[in-house]
């Protein structure tokens, strides 16, 4: 059924999905309102809240990650009030846009792309404002960049009042993330990045805080309204008809994460960022990133020797491979290599080698 001419896709998102995932979506419908239903709900609860490293709900959204960015900024800042987003690449600037697109006042912290966010640049903004959250992106998928969390949480607890919001899209199961441990309010991520499951779903790590927050806003929204996701998942449901065969895959695929062991596949990731940086190297070019903030997921590289990315991508095409071209104002000068989700080394080995061919006809 299948087709014979798929390319790998070597691109951040939607990342390649194993065959048996993808059949573990092709199980019988079953209703979103009966005993099966609740049942994978509940199996599903327990299984991500093994990898989010949290007590906390995890919300399930049929929706992409952009949906619960929206649900984040309405439900989380009250009217009057101010969020605080930390911007330096594509998807932090726009999470913030989508804020002020839903009305609320907004500032930013910027950095230039490339740049990751110091605790100390939170601190500073925290200390001659207040605001109902900060919301920052973990992994900016657009320049490779990782941010400091951890460090970025801590100072957002000094201030009581202040939610700590994290989209981790492109970190999600890919890079060390512990939400309890390092007390993100809300870890929101979408299903088709280091997840390596089809796009489709979205999924959030609820805080009793964010609850509570909700409660004070008035206008929640209707399909991303906290308080209703709340009170279905409390009953193993959701309040509209959930996204029920990514859900099977996401039964399969969370099994065979816990058979690889959680901080195994970070490691992994690791091993693929250190390889890329080595391979990186070795062809005469530069990480975006700078060093100690290189994302485990996704590679942003320079393109210094000035190839066409167009006919790096072609000739990677004829390989069998589907290759990213750079992204928003960095595309062209940069290009990037996702090596997350089910990527195994010797596949980014083989990319390698297809990218030297070409490398050797410039
Ligand atoms: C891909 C991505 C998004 C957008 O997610 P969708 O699921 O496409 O809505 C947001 N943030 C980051 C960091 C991403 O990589």
Redesign the pocket.
Same mark, same amino acid.
């Given at each position: 059924m299948r087709s014979q001419s798929h390319k790998v896709l070597v691109i951040?998102?939607p990342v390649e999905v194993r065959p048996e995932i993808l059949d573990a979506q092709a199980q019988w419908m079953i209703g979103h309102r009966s005993t099966a239903f609740s049942e994978l709900f509940a199996r599903l609860q327990e299984k991500l809240r093994a990898v989010f490293l949290t007590e906390n709900r995890v919300f399930i959204s049929g @929706?992409?990650? &952009?949906?619960l #960015?929206e649900g984040a900024s309405r439900n989380c800042i009250r009217d009057g009030r101010k969020v605080l987003h930390l911007a330096g690449g594509a998807? @932090?600037a726009? #999470?913030a846009d989508v804020s002020r697109l839903n009305g609320k006042t907004v500032d930013v912290i910027e950095v230039p792309w490339g740049q990751a966010h110091t605790p100390e640049m939170v601190e500073e903004a925290l200390r001659r404002e207040h605001y109902d959250a900060v919301c920052v *992106?973990?992994?900016? &998928? @657009?320049t490779g960049v990782i941010n400091p969390i951890q460090a970025i949480s801590e100072v957002v607890h000094r201030y009581d009042d202040t939610l700590l919001l994290v989209?981790t *899209? !492109? @970190?999600f199961l890919g890079a060390e993330l512990r939400v309890d441990d390092w007390g993100i309010d809300m870890a929101l991520t !979408?299903?088709?990045?280091a997840f390596a499951l089809p796009?489709g779903m979205?999924l959030a790590t609820c805080s009793p805080r964010i609850l509570d927050r909700a409660k004070e806003v008035t206008h929640r929204g209707y399909y991303f309204d906290f308080l209703e996701l709340e009170a279905a998942a409390a009953k193993n449901n959701t309040p509209s008809t959930p996204p029920i065969s990514l859900m099977f895959a996401a039964d399969a695929q969370l099994d065979a994460i816990a058979a690889e062991g959680l901080e195994n596949r970070w490691m992994r990731h690791l091993m693929m960022r250190d390889l890329t940086m080595q391979w990186t190297d070795a062809a005469g070019m530069s990480m975006f990133a700078p060093d100690g903030y290189r994302s485990p997921t996704v590679s942003a590289i320079r393109n210094t020797r000035g190839f066409d990315v167009d006919a790096m991508a072609k000739f990677m095409g004829g390989k069998g491979y589907s290759m990213d071209k750079g992204y928003g104002q960095i595309k062209g000068k940069t290009f990037r290599i996702a090596h997350m989700g089910d990527m195994e080394i010797g596949t980014l080995e083989a990319v390698f080698e297809g990218l030297d061919e070409f490398l050797e006809t410039q």
């Amino acid at each position: 059924m299948r087709s014979q001419s798929h390319k790998v896709l070597v691109i951040p998102g939607p990342v390649e999905v194993r065959p048996e995932i993808l059949d573990a979506q092709a199980q019988w419908m079953i209703g979103h309102r009966s005993t099966a239903f609740s049942e994978l709900f509940a199996r599903l609860q327990e299984k991500l809240r093994a990898v989010f490293l949290t007590e906390n709900r995890v919300f399930i959204s049929g @929706s992409s990650g &952009t949906g619960l #960015w929206e649900g984040a900024s309405r439900n989380c800042i009250r009217d009057g009030r101010k969020v605080l987003h930390l911007a330096g690449g594509a998807f @932090s600037a726009r #999470w913030a846009d989508v804020s002020r697109l839903n009305g609320k006042t907004v500032d930013v912290i910027e950095v230039p792309w490339g740049q990751a966010h110091t605790p100390e640049m939170v601190e500073e903004a925290l200390r001659r404002e207040h605001y109902d959250a900060v919301c920052v *992106v973990h992994n900016e &998928t @657009s320049t490779g960049v990782i941010n400091p969390i951890q460090a970025i949480s801590e100072v957002v607890h000094r201030y009581d009042d202040t939610l700590l919001l994290v989209d981790t *899209v !492109s @970190s999600f199961l890919g890079a060390e993330l512990r939400v309890d441990d390092w007390g993100i309010d809300m870890a929101l991520t !979408s299903s088709q990045k280091a997840f390596a499951l089809p796009p489709g779903m979205a999924l959030a790590t609820c805080s009793p805080r964010i609850l509570d927050r909700a409660k004070e806003v008035t206008h929640r929204g209707y399909y991303f309204d906290f308080l209703e996701l709340e009170a279905a998942a409390a009953k193993n449901n959701t309040p509209s008809t959930p996204p029920i065969s990514l859900m099977f895959a996401a039964d399969a695929q969370l099994d065979a994460i816990a058979a690889e062991g959680l901080e195994n596949r970070w490691m992994r990731h690791l091993m693929m960022r250190d390889l890329t940086m080595q391979w990186t190297d070795a062809a005469g070019m530069s990480m975006f990133a700078p060093d100690g903030y290189r994302s485990p997921t996704v590679s942003a590289i320079r393109n210094t020797r000035g190839f066409d990315v167009d006919a790096m991508a072609k000739f990677m095409g004829g390989k069998g491979y589907s290759m990213d071209k750079g992204y928003g104002q960095i595309k062209g000068k940069t290009f990037r290599i996702a090596h997350m989700g089910d990527m195994e080394i010797g596949t980014l080995e083989a990319v390698f080698e297809g990218l030297d061919e070409f490398l050797e006809t410039q």
